[in-house]
């Protein structure tokens, strides 16, 4: 599943932002989809994935971030609301067909992914 993600850009520390994935040329339909960041000098991190079993979010980002699907447009979205500058990160869209116990929070569990959006967030 090709991903692309967009909707990266600067933002004042206390601000909203939302992420988009699209699936080009195909549909997220059968597959769990995750949000993941990677800062400088970090390994990479599950930040928000929605599988049959519904949402899910790393502890740093309960309570801010949200992931949803417009089926009809085949995008996923991450709202982020409530930036702090440790959320200063490259963004990937990631995918994989459900089943077979994959941990959609789990980088190593995800098949496909975008190249990635920018989200800097300054204090």
């Known amino acids: 599943v090709p991903l692309v993600e967009s909707g990266g850009k600067l933002v004042q520390s206390g601000e909203s932002l939302q992420l988009s994935c699209r699936a080009s040329?195909?549909?997220?339909?059968?597959?769990?989809v995750g949000w993941f960041r990677q800062a400088p000098g970090k390994e990479r991190e599950g930040v928000s994935c929605?599988?049959?079993?519904?949402?899910r979010h790393a502890n740093s980002v309960k309570g801010r971030f949200t992931i949803s699907l417009d089926d009809t447009q085949n995008t996923a979205f991450l709202t982020m609301m409530n930036l702090k500058p440790w959320d200063t990160a490259v963004y990937y869209c990631?995918?994989?067909?459900?089943?077979?116990?994959?941990?959609?929070?789990?980088?190593?569990?995800?098949?496909?992914w975008g190249k990635g959006t920018p989200v800097t967030v300054s204090s």
């Open positions: 040329g195909e549909s997220f339909d059968g597959h769990a």
């Open positions: 929605l599988d049959t079993s519904g949402q």
């Open positions: 990631a995918a994989v067909v459900e089943g077979d116990s994959r941990d959609c929070l789990r980088p190593a569990d995800m098949d496909f």
